[in-house]
């Protein structure tokens, strides 16, 4: 298969000669799990990201039916997820329209205008038309005022029980965002011949008033606020901020709990998103030479996509 992505390797050369030719979904699966070479019949990953890599961590066998046979999902999107989504767009529309009219002297936007922003995603979603539709409408409005009375200047930038020693709590004259759903492509090097590239989108980018930036990813549901200091995502955006986006190293990386109004900051020093970098080669590496086994369990299987075809998960309890 000819790939468009100038990062992207050739198949082995043990490929047979209908490389070129992707498989229908099914002849892969059944392909990788009678225990042959994926890579045999497809190329070897040329691109990761978060969710790649926290995939494969949890269970190889489902990346590979994800990301390499491309099989459908057989689960519908779930609901929590299908509202997150929602109030990702009404809070990117909200600081997009307050950048633009910042920029023509116009107020910011108001409280209604979110909720409005918030409906239209919604809407968009098969929640409007799910039985339930009324209850997750009226589970927004608390998190909606809470995130637009946390937008407004003279809001600790960290939730002051959340900061830590390498985050002080800045204190925002006016919220500057200058960026939303802002897409990184960050190459890294396997070995002397093969580079790989790293992908994602970071929720948002806000400049700080001493003019370094922030990283900031949104999270509904519940949470642990700890997780900012060691989560691979964030180190992931922080090192796309500062090696792919010219953005320098952020100040901060902060996971935002908006259904609590709880901004966790975290820092992060040079030497350890160098340290990152390597460790996300590592990781490449490991997936462009596995053999993808299955790891059935109860939390592995529960959540998969694919479990109900997938034979292994026949040996989890969690079905």
């Given at each position: 298969?000819?790939?468009?992505?100038?990062?992207?390797?050739?198949?082995?050369?043990?490929?047979?000669?209908?490389?070129?030719?992707?498989?229908?979904?099914?002849?892969?699966?059944?392909?990788?799990?009678?225990?042959?070479?994926?890579?045999?019949?497809?190329?070897?990953?040329?691109?990761?990201?978060?969710?790649?890599?926290?995939?494969?961590?949890?269970?190889?066998?489902?990346?590979?039916?994800?990301?390499?046979?491309?099989?459908?999902?057989?689960?519908?999107?779930?609901?929590?997820?299908?509202?997150?989504?929602?109030?990702?767009?009404?809070?990117?529309?909200?600081?997009?329209?307050?950048r633009e009219r910042a920029a023509r002297g116009e107020p910011v936007p108001t409280r209604e205008e979110l909720g409005r922003w918030f409906d239209d995603a919604f809407d968009r979603t098969s929640l409007s038309v799910a039985p339930d539709a009324d209850s997750w409408r009226s589970k927004a409005g608390p998190m909606l005022d809470l995130f637009w009375a946390g937008e407004q200047p003279g809001v600790p930038a960290v939730s002051p029980a959340a900061a830590g020693p390498s985050a002080a709590a800045d204190l925002l004259d006016a919220p500057d965002t200058i960026g939303e759903e802002i897409r990184f492509c960050l190459p890294?090097?396997?070995?002397?011949?093969?580079?790989?590239?790293?992908?994602?989108?970071?929720?948002?980018v806000d400049r700080l008033p001493g003019g370094d930036v922030e990283v900031i990813d949104y999270k509904s549901g519940n949470g642990d606020p700890a997780r900012a200091a060691a989560s691979l995502q964030l180190g992931i955006y922080a090192l796309g901020c500062r090696d792919a986006l010219g953005l320098g190293r952020p100040a901060r990386v902060t996971l935002y709990f908006v259904e609590r109004g709880l901004r966790a900051g975290a820092g992060r020093l040079d030497a350890e998103l160098d340290e990152l970098r390597l460790d996300l080669a590592s990781r490449a590496r490991a997936i462009r030479s596995s053999s993808f086994p299955e790891t059935p369990g109860p939390w592995a299987c529960r959540w998969c996509d694919f479990a109900a075809t997938c034979p292994a998960a026949s040996q989890s309890d969690s079905r």
């Open positions: 298969m000819t790939s468009e992505n100038p990062v992207a390797t050739a198949a082995t050369e043990a490929a047979p000669a209908w490389v070129d030719r992707r498989p229908e979904p099914a002849a892969l699966v059944a392909h990788i799990a009678a225990g042959g070479d994926p890579f045999e019949l497809v190329e070897r990953p040329g691109w990761f990201s978060f969710t790649a890599f926290d995939t494969f961590e949890r269970c190889p066998r489902q990346y590979a039916l994800r990301y390499l046979c491309r099989q459908p999902e057989e689960w519908p999107s779930w609901p929590a997820a299908e509202y997150g989504s929602a109030a990702h767009a009404a809070f990117e529309a909200f600081t997009r329209e307050r890294v090097e396997l070995d002397p011949d093969t580079s790989a590239l790293v992908t994602g989108y970071i929720d948002r």
